[in-house]
């Protein structure tokens, strides 16, 4: 589907649910949009909805500890955000999981010259194949800066492995830093691709 005029583009904020939790699997994208999409259906078919991957504390095993600073980031339009908001404490089965999530509160977006993605999915493993479809989809959002590739990822979904990297835009100004922020890039936002944030704040996310 493609994306609507940027003059369409709704004007989305952050909902941030602190987390209380033991371990969750490292590649847990799709179990974790599998239970938000079940307490909240609209998810699935909201287009500027996007939930990040929730940090985890480094390592290889593929079970992980919660960092204690763990949140969950979901973004959505403003006009769904009450929903979201009316949450006071639930809880979730992420991969088998238990996951409570407390009291959330709303977070407006603000423009830095800098942001960051964890991921943003790709159509192959190459990565000059990357960078020209990044290229294609921010000229069409009229969004320039400079560009950064970081690692290549994978992650595992229903539809299969899904390639990915890490994405740094640097002197982005304020206009643009909001569009980009507002729209993202790339498919499968429900599993944390293609969502940006400010480098300074990402880590703390």
């Not at 159509?123 to 320039?144: K, M, Q, W």
Request: charged fraction near 15%.
């Amino acid at each position: 589907m493609s994306a609507p005029p940027v003059a369409q583009q709704p004007n989305t904020v952050d909902v941030i649910f602190p987390l209380v939790g033991g371990f969750l699997p490292r590649d847990h994208a799709q179990a974790l949009q599998d239970a938000l999409c079940a307490q909240w259906p609209w998810l699935a078919t909201e287009p500027h909805a996007a939930i990040h991957a929730i940090k985890l504390v480094p390592g290889l095993d593929g079970l992980a500890m919660l960092s204690r600073r763990a949140r969950l980031l979901v973004r959505v339009p403003e006009h769904r955000a009450p929903e979201l908001l009316a949450k006071t404490g639930m809880d979730v089965q992420v991969g088998g999981h238990a996951l409570h999530l407390e009291t959330p509160h709303q977070r407006e977006l603000q423009a830095h010259a800098t942001l960051y993605a964890y991921k943003v999915a790709a159509p192959s493993e190459d990565e000059s194949s990357f960078l020209a479809e990044v290229t294609r989809e921010l000229a069409s959002l009229d969004i320039g800066g400079e560009r950064v590739c970081g690692k290549r990822q994978n992650l595992m979904a229903q539809g299969g492995l899904i390639h990915a990297f890490s994405l740094m835009l640097h002197a982005l100004p304020a206009e643009q830093s909001l569009r980009l922020q507002h729209h993202g890039i790339g498919a499968h936002r429900l599993l944390g691709c293609g969502i940006f944030l400010p480098h300074k704040s990402a880590a703390a996310v």
